[in-house]
């Protein structure tokens, strides 16, 4: 048995800024994978693209990391276009994969299913019912807020919420994301509402300001650890929780799971492209960072 399995669609990435043009495979797979690849786990990916993007799937098997891939008409496709600012971006969706079932996970075990759905329909609410009966069930919430309207991305409620959080163990937001999911942009009422729909575990990323951690009654505030340098922020939330979910598997309490996983994402966003430092790098952060406190009401 793994100890984590990642379920979720690779994407080709085209990104478009005023003096480039950039063709990279992306998805919280392809981050989460990277982030745990050299971390002492059990580990396997689960992904479906078209035969085109095969060549991102032998990347990461050459990596050493265990992958199987489900055949698709396509491979999930963003095309993301930046004009100067940077901070103004227009995304849009030119193709969509085939979403994953029920038949295709049967005989995938794990002590933990991470789902990093991209787009609100990759993965039904019946395979997570299913994957909830064989092992925890984590969750990305990001791609089940998203809706596609002639190529164009629109954030939307998860209609299905209600039905599926039951289900799920550990949830992770962003804050914007908590806001469009519970209605609320304060952080507690948001976390009573996710608990109140069946959640167990709701971690919250804060960016720059941190982290907040709720389990069994206990609130832990998770510090963000100052980086050297910002280089890319793509992908940090995905490598929080690769380590987030691998010391949880190893023992760790919520607080020490979270630092870690804070101290990582930290690495991550001082280089380009997807994490690719080792367990001792993460440690390093731990031991010689100074952190960024904050509160909230």
Request: proline share 4%; glycine share 8%; with cysteine.
């Amino acid at each position: 048995m793994h100890n984590i399995c990642c379920i979720g669609h690779i994407t080709h990435d085209k990104v478009v800024t005023p003096g480039s043009v950039v063709h990279m495979p992306g998805g919280t797979s392809f981050y989460f994978s990277n982030a745990i690849r050299q971390m002492d786990t059990h580990y396997q990916l689960v992904t479906a693209v078209a035969a085109p993007e095969l060549p991102y799937v032998t990347a990461l098997r050459n990596a050493g990391i265990e992958v199987t891939v489900f055949p698709s008409q396509q491979t999930v496709f963003f095309e993301n276009i930046y004009s100067q600012d940077q901070d103004n971006r227009t995304q849009r969706v030119l193709h969509k994969s085939d979403p994953f079932t029920v038949d295709q996970l049967g005989e995938v075990k794990a002590e933990i299913f991470h789902l990093g759905p991209l787009l609100a329909d990759d993965i039904p609410v019946s395979l997570i019912r299913d994957l909830a009966s064989r092992g925890k069930v984590s969750l990305d919430v990001q791609g089940y807020l998203r809706e596609v309207r002639e190529e164009n991305v629109y954030p939307v409620d998860w209609l299905d919420k209600k039905e599926a959080l039951p289900f799920i163990s550990i949830l992770k937001a962003n804050e914007t994301e908590m806001e469009k999911l519970t209605g609320t942009s304060d952080i507690q009422d948001g976390i009573q509402k996710l608990t109140a729909w069946g959640v167990a575990e709701v971690i919250i990323t804060l960016g720059s300001k941190g982290s907040v951690i709720y389990c069994d009654g206990e609130t832990s505030i998770i510090p963000a650890y100052i980086p050297e340098q910002v280089i890319d922020a793509t992908g940090c939330g995905d490598t929080y929780m690769a380590g987030y979910l691998y010391r949880r598997t190893k023992g760790d309490s919520i607080k020490d799971a979270g630092n870690f996983a804070a101290a990582m994402a930290t690495r991550k966003i001082e280089g380009s492209g997807p994490f690719e430092g080792t367990e001792k790098d993460v440690q390093d952060v731990l031991q010689q960072r100074a952190t960024k406190l904050f509160t909230f009401c």
